[in-house]
């Protein structure tokens, strides 16, 4: 599979308004955890609101499971998001505690 346009070390991977730089030096979990953060903080993803299941967000961000599994265990690091087994995950709260 390659990469869009001519320079494929500048490749990012556009998805709507945001995007994720495979190539970048930011771990591409990081990044995706920013950008759901982002979305929680803005009101987009609600509280008491679950979070796009694993195969949307690889779907939507081309990322594998586990990386969208590592960006959404960094929010329930931050108390932003936890895990209801057998359900999903949820958004707990618009702000980190350190905001």
């Known amino acids: 599979m390659g990469c869009p346009g001519s320079d494929w070390l500048t490749w990012a991977f556009r ?3 945001v995007s994720i730089d495979h190539l ?3 771990p591409v979990y990081l990044q995706l955890a920013a950008i759901l ?3 929680i903080k803005s009101g987009e ?3 008491g609101r679950p ?3 694993y195969l949307t967000l690889t779907q939507e961000y081309a990322v594998a499971r586990g990386t ?3 960006a959404v265990g960094v929010l329930v690091a931050e108390k932003l998001v936890r895990i209801v087994p057998g359900k999903g995950a949820y958004v707990i709260a618009k702000r980190t ?3």
Do not use: I
Request: net charge positive.
């Open 68 to 70: 969208a599994a590592k």
């Open 37 to 39: 953060r982002d979305r």
């Open 24 to 26: 970048g030096e930011t």
């Open 15 to 17: 998805v709507g308004r």
């Open 45 to 47: 993803l609600e509280v």
């Open 51 to 53: 979070l796009p299941s």
């Open 97 to 99: 505690p350190r905001d």
